[in-house]
């Protein structure tokens, strides 16, 4: 339910609440986001697939008119159009999309044709479709954020699995690069985010990360960088350090943060690793507050 109290922000004086569209908000990290920002004080749009009852339709009866929802599968075009009608009057401060699925660890030769373009149609190419059709609705100054993954990196996958999931990431980071490059001159800030390794069913049971200590770090890392044009990734948090240099291969380039980017410590430029983690942002703002429930417990353990 939406928390209501001391703990919870809403705008200033004289300020009216920000918008965001989350998609794919159903359950697991996207309710847990809506929840989240829900509580900061935002108007949220949450999207579910389908026409079944789901947890966001009881925070959105909790929410007081904080929380809308919207039906959306994102693979259907003629859907993503008409949701983009039905919200034309908004102004979105925050785009954000964060359905994918998987299909099982099977290796690449095994993977049947039709499951290989469904993997690759939902996490990939239908974010992007979203991403194309909604950036006229977001402010000039706000975010446009694709949910990533350390298993979309090249240089980081040293154990294999998970074939068609990884290669799936991997083009969302290229898709989301070539993006950026299109719009350069826009001043949207574009985020890569990598919630780190979360128990939900396509994290499994072992996952370090619970949802209610992942989420305050993904918002916190949008947060960090709202009002930062261009494309963005932060260091990366210890599960997603690169592996040690091998014969022949050099570690990626380091390079220290702009004053900007209000961060200390180096990034790791690896143009086929473009992701933002929240765990790393943790650990280096150690004074900096993420202003969300569970924060401090979530840094203690993340801290190395």
């Known amino acids: 339910m939406v928390r209501e109290g001391p703990g919870a922000r809403g705008p200033g004086p004289g300020m009216s609440a920000r918008t965001a569209l989350i998609v794919g908000a159903s359950r697991n990290l996207g309710l847990g986001l809506a929840t989240e920002y829900a509580h900061r004080g935002w108007n949220v749009i949450g ?5 079944r009852r789901t947890a966001l339709h ?12 919207e039906s959306l599968d994102t693979t259907k075009p003629e859907q993503v159009t ?8 908004h102004t979105l401060d925050l785009l954000f999309v964060n359905a994918a699925i998987t299909r099982g660890d099977i290796p690449i030769g095994d993977v049947p ?20 059709s909604f950036r006229s609705l977001v402010a000039p100054t706000g975010t446009i954020g694709v949910m990533s993954s350390r298993q979309g990196s090249i240089s ?27 719009y350069a001159d826009a001043a949207h800030t574009l985020l890569f985010i990598c919630p780190g390794h979360v128990c939900t069913e396509l994290g ?37 350090s690169p592996p040690p240099p091998v014969r ?3 570690r990626p380039e380091q390079v220290r943060l702009p004053a900007s980017s209000r961060g200390a410590g180096p990034v790791l430029r690896d143009h086929s690793d473009v992701v933002a983690t929240p765990t790393a942002w943790a650990r280096l703002r150690s004074g900096d507050e993420l202003n969300a429930s569970g924060t401090a417990r979530w840094r203690a353990e993340h801290r190395p």
């Open 204 to 240: 499994g049971r072992d996952a370090p990360l619970t949802i209610d200590q992942s989420v305050p770090g993904v918002v916190g890392t949008i947060d960090h960088h709202s009002g930062e044009p261009g494309l963005k990734w932060a260091p990366s948090c210890q599960t997603c």
């Open 58 to 69: 009881d925070l959105a009866e909790a929410s007081r008119g904080r929380v809308m929802v």
């Open 47 to 51: 999207t579910v697939r389908g026409s």
């Open 113 to 132: 044709e039709e499951m290989f373009a469904e993997v690759m149609v939902t996490n990939a190419l239908s974010p992007m479709r979203v991403v194309e």
């Open 156 to 182: 980081l996958n040293t154990n294999g699995g998970q074939d068609v999931y990884r290669a799936s990431k991997s083009a969302l980071n290229q898709l989301m690069r070539s993006y950026a490059a299109r």
């Open 248 to 250: 022949g291969r050099s």
């Open 82 to 89: 008409a949701l983009r009608e039905r919200l034309a009057q």
